[in-house]
Nanobody, 123 residues
Framework: QVQLVESGGGLVQAGASLRLSCAAS????????MGWFRQAPGKEREFVAG????????IYADSVKGRFTISRDNIKNTVYLQMNSLKPEDTAVYYC????????????????WGQGTQVTVSS
């Protein structure tokens, strides 16, 4: 099982940008599809973005399409989430996750999870 550690969260104003990173260790990173999920207080965890093991395929939730970009560096064993034009409704704990299946949106397909990083967007 790969271990994941997120970083890069923080408190920003609406319209700002943040870049989240997720460093992987303990496994062959390039074997895993990667995903970003988020969970706001009182809400279920929701899919944000996903990327295939090679980086050639990406998918996004409609709510972030055009504003967020997922990417990965298989040399650095890191996946990124560039978040632009942030909105207060983006406030949540953001988690990265790894899956040995094809890139997808279902949390149960991801076997490894990080501890999460808080993103707070003020209006």
């Amino acid at each position: 099982q790969v271990q994941l550690v997120e970083s890069g969260g923080g408190l920003v104003q609406a319209g700002a940008s943040l870049r989240l990173s997720c460093a992987a260790s303990g496994g062959t990173f390039s074997n895993y599809a990667m995903g970003w999920f988020r969970q706001a207080p009182g809400k279920e965890r929701e899919f944000v973005a996903g990327i295939s093991y090679s980086g050639s395929s990406t998918i996004y939730a409609d709510s972030v399409k055009g504003r967020f970009t997922i990417s990965r560096d298989n040399i650095k064993n890191t996946v990124y989430l560039q978040m632009n034009s942030l909105k207060p409704e983006d406030t949540a704990v953001y988690y990265c996750a790894a899956s040995l299946y094809r890139v997808g949106t279902i949390p149960t397909a991801f076997g490894s999870w990080g501890q999460g990083t808080q993103v707070t967007v003020s209006s």
